[in-house]
């Protein structure tokens, strides 16, 4: 920065001028640091630009090494197919050349399904949405019920799982949208869409307890096996002979169960304690109130019952009503079940009216069940509802119940895609049809081969590599020709560094790289020659030549990161531009540290200097305005002497 001073001198004494004079004097010496810092600051920033310089080669260098290593795997790759009607192939990083065949077995096929009637959206508010797929179900939260707004929920949350589209099956003046779903993966997922109500669950209150109890009753004293006595079984008030020629317990009870088995069970027990007491138990087969008894008669005297009745049987039907009018919700049929016994039973419905539940209700589970339209309804106002009775007697619990229905026709049955690699004769199965079968190729399923296996070769053009090898060279050469303007006849800013000789040893290691376990003994096979003013010259036929020839070979003389020559000058390269250790970054970081520190201390010397000047203008003004003063005062004294003079002359 130029030097400069704060403070301003305005003399007004005739030594005025030389005050002036001393004042920028003093400032001039004690500027002359400053002057020499500011050469070296510009001298500095000349380093600086220069480095800058020296950084983009290098880092043109180290694109083109990495060209080279690019030029070498997949992503440079070029594929061929036997048959690109059945597949397609994609090379990328890490692929190698070779032959390859893969067996289409099945390219896989998406589900797709389509909604089976005409959408009708309306306002109900108590629709329920979810997205079924592969037996899991997904919640959906659509703004409104029409079919766009269900297409705009489904692909905004389950994008990833299933495409919806609005479809219109019919014509422009007569539209007949449907939402046609499909699958993102391969697989027998069935896409579906199932709406349900908020209030789902069960429709019905039981009215009437159904129950179905068995009639039971046992001989009221101990058996008495008198053989006058003839026997009748008594079923519901109906009479029974009873054949037998054992009268003991045992033997009528036989009898009645080999004769009457299908009316009543009968079986005999001991209730005595410590001495036996026979009698024997009848069970009904079947409920209602039967009173099951045995009559003995003597020929004398009319029979007489022996039983005595434990339980009296019951045959009541279970009674269900819905619990509130019946509203048939607009739109697709919903889904319906019949409840009975525990056990639910899938409900198809022509549509959510009352009359078309009932009508499926009886049509479909008749030989259970009885279902009728009632109108509980009073003074004129009509109140409709569904009643169900059990078919059979018991506390059967008959219930409609209200359940989500799938609106969708599966249309396309998915399919995973089925191949074999190489003929290996390993089935492979992917829910897509883009598969790797071998580190970087990709091979995209397109049609079933039918036993005819699709070749895939994959070679690396000599062309990546020749490009990618001039590139190298270019950049080289840019690198030289940077390094030569700051030494030899051309005196640059970094003349005499020493950092500058790591550099060129940095670039001659690479130009004289050799190896002969490839093959290939160094750059000049690959036709990379280093000339006399230490630039490289690329001959690309010489390059085709070895390619055709030895390609095993140019590849391992290349290398890669980790070995060859692109180990080589990749580490040399990193050791130049490394961000933390490299050459080139810690000397343009030091550099910038030093016109850092010299421009700080430019600035405080700067500041020293304006502080002096300032002092000295402060005192020589001062100095300046008493002599003006005393200036001043001299003059009226002298033009007074001056006047008495000239009055003096003037009377002699």
Not at 66 to 75: F, H, R, V
């Amino acid at each position: 920065m130029a030097t400069s001073s704060s403070g301003i001198f305005t003399g007004s004494s005739q030594f005025s001028a030389d005050f002036q004079n001393v004042i920028s004097r003093a400032t001039a010496i004690a500027s002359l640091p400053i002057t020499q810092l500011n050469t070296d600051k510009t001298n500095l920033s000349s380093q600086a630009t220069a480095l800058t310089g020296l950084d983009g080669k290098f880092k043109a260098l180290q694109s083109a090494i990495q060209g080279i290593a690019d030029s070498l795997t997949g992503s440079a790759f070029q594929a061929t197919v036997s048959d690109p009607t059945k597949a397609g192939v994609s090379v990328s990083t890490g692929a190698a050349e070779g032959d390859y065949t893969i067996d289409v077995v099945n390219a896989g096929v998406y589900a797709t399904s389509m909604t089976a009637s005409n959408w009708v959206g309306g306002t109900d508010s108590t629709r329920t949405y979810q997205l079924s797929l592969g037996g899991v179900k997904y919640s959906l939260s659509p703004a409104n019920n029409s079919a766009a707004s269900l297409v705009s929920a489904i692909n905004s949350s389950y994008g990833d799982k299933v495409r919806a589209t609005l479809v219109n099956v019919g014509s422009s003046a007569s539209p007949d949208y449907r939402i046609s779903l499909q699958a993102v993966k391969l697989g027998d997922l069935k896409p579906g869409l199932l709406i349900g109500s908020v209030s789902a669950g069960n429709l019905q209150t039981q009215q009437t307890t159904g129950s179905n109890t068995l009639a039971t009753s046992q001989t009221g004293q101990s058996w008495d096996s008198n053989p006058a006595l003839n026997y009748q079984l008594s079923i519901g008030g109906t009479a029974y002979d009873i054949v037998t020629s054992d009268t003991t317990a045992q033997g009528v009870a036989d009898a009645i169960n080999s004769q009457f088995g299908n009316k009543v069970k009968a079986a005999v027990v001991d209730v005595g304690n410590g001495t036996s007491d026979y009698r024997i138990n009848l069970t009904a087969a079947g409920p209602g109130n039967t009173q099951p008894d045995i009559l003995a008669a003597d020929g004398i005297s009319g029979p007489a019952s022996l039983q005595t009745q434990l339980t009296a049987g019951s045959d009541t039907r279970s009674i269900s009503q819905t619990a509130s009018p019946w509203v048939a919700p607009a739109g697709p049929a919903l889904g319906f079940q019949l409840s009975l016994g525990g056990v639910n039973y899938s409900l198809t419905v022509a549509d959510n009216s009352l009359d078309g539940v009932v009508s499926a209700l009886n049509s479909q589970y008749g030989s259970k069940i009885t279902a009728s339209k009632i109108d509980v309804g009073t003074g004129g106002s009509h109140d409709y509802r569904i009643s169900l009775t059990t078919a059979a007697p018991g506390d059967l619990q008959p219930n409609i119940v209200l359940c989500a229905s799938d609106v969708q026709t599966q249309q396309a049955t998915g399919a995973m895609a089925d191949y074999i690699v190489n003929n290996s004769g390993r089935h492979a199965t992917s829910d897509t049809r883009s598969v790797t079968i071998a580190t970087g190729i990709t091979v995209t399923l397109l049609a079933r081969d039918n036993g005819a296996p699709v070749d895939i070769v994959v070679t690396r053009p000599t062309s990546a590599v020749s490009s990618a090898l001039s590139g190298f060279v270019t950049a080289y050469n840019d690198a030289v020709d940077e390094i030569d303007q700051q030494h030899g006849t051309s005196v640059g800013a970094l003349t005499g560094q020493s950092a500058l000789g790591a550099l060129s040893r940095v670039l001659s290691g690479m130009a004289t790289y050799s190896q002969n376990a490839s093959g290939i003994s160094g750059l000049a096979d690959l036709g990379i020659d280093l000339d006399k003013t230490g630039h490289l010259t690329f001959n690309q036929f010489t390059l085709i030549g070895t390619d055709l020839s030895n390609s095993a070979g140019v590849d391992a003389f290349l290398g890669s990161t980790s070995s060859g020559f692109l180990k080589l000058a990749t580490d040399s390269l990193n050791s130049v531009e490394d961000s933390v250790t490299g050459i080139l970054p810690t000397w343009s970081a030091g550099v910038q540290d030093q016109i850092t520190n010299i421009t700080q201390t430019i600035a405080d010397q700067q500041a020293r200097v304006d502080q002096m000047t300032q002092r000295m203008t402060d005192q020589i003004s001062a100095a300046d305005a008493l002599i003006a003063t005393m200036e001043q005062q001299y003059n009226y004294l002298s033009g007074m002497f001056q006047a008495m003079q000239t009055a003096d002359a003037q009377y002699k």
